[in-house]
């Protein structure tokens, strides 16, 4: 299978720069698989494609304000950070640009001050792809450092500054450690989550920091031999029972957004099909010939040709429906990628 297998061509205008003003109002497209058709609806109408018994399962992780901008000590030189992960106190994996100007001992200061910057990073390691491994030495609590210098981390197809940062959060976001958001669950408002729980549908949530894992471009043209980084999540023993209640009885697991699906596809997968409580790594990569084992139904954006996203929604729905169902939406010319419109997939 070949990463080319999954390219197509979208006119620029349909790139979503900002998100709508009514979180809800977004376009949705319902894909069924059973019998292959597809038709267009109002993201606020996906209650009337849930049913009393389904499980909605959301993704809490909250992004940081993990994008950056300090100055080497050195030589004054601009470098930008976007946070990715924690590794040990104090040390993360990001992504630095420009990389090239980096080694191992380069001091990188952000946060102007009278005698000290607020935040100091020092590079330990560095590897291909612009990751780099920082050490950061600080006064104070580093996320209210953080709060402070960063932005959050818009994708770079996103060329329009965001006035209110919260648009960029799921209305739901608890668990803080994303570097980017799990956009499917922007659309979803307190006042639309109510009218879903009181149609007796059960709102599940699990955690998955999204990292370069979800987001990361497959660089070469046979899909196996693409390698996925890790991510963490978690699923608590509440939400496992939960999860197990609805499938015991009946009922669908709806996955919002494909950090969802990999989190209950992990789980499902290292515990032979059943979700328990469990937390740790996850590099599962979800490509078509892929048996799901938990995950009956999927609310997703749109996504980049070509990527890791393209890939597992072709795996649930097959590469001829998806790609027909992208076709009609360009068509119809409906908003694409995080601040874009959404599909579900039942």
Known sequence: MKTSDFDYTLPEELIAQTPLEDRSSSRL???????QNYEDK??????????PGDALVLNETKVLPARIIGTKKETGGTVELLLLKEHEKDTWECLARPQKRLKPGTEVVFGKTKETPLLTATVTELYDEGITFVK?????????????LGTMPLPPYIHKKLKDQSRYQTVYAHNLGSSAAPTAGLHFTPELLKEIEEKEIKIIKITLHVGLGTFRPVQVDDVKKHKMHTESYEITEESARAIN??????????????????TLETVATRHDGKI??????????IYPGYEFKAVGGLITNFHLPKSTLLMLVSAFATKDLIFKAYHHAIKE??????FGDAMFIE
């Open 333 to 338: 010319k409906y908003r694409f990628f995080s």
């Open 245 to 262: 209640d609805v499938k015991n009885a009946g009922g669908r697991i709806i996955a919002v957004g494909t950090t969802t699906v990999r």
């Open 276 to 285: 328990v409580a469990d937390s740790g790594e996850t590099d599962i990569f």
């Open 136 to 148: 950061f030495s600080y006064d104070g609590i580093f996320l209210e450092i953080l709060e402070k």
């Open 42 to 51: 109002h993201f606020s109408d996906i209650i009337d494609y849930l049913n």
């Open 29 to 35: 497209l319902i894909v069924d698989r059973e019998n």
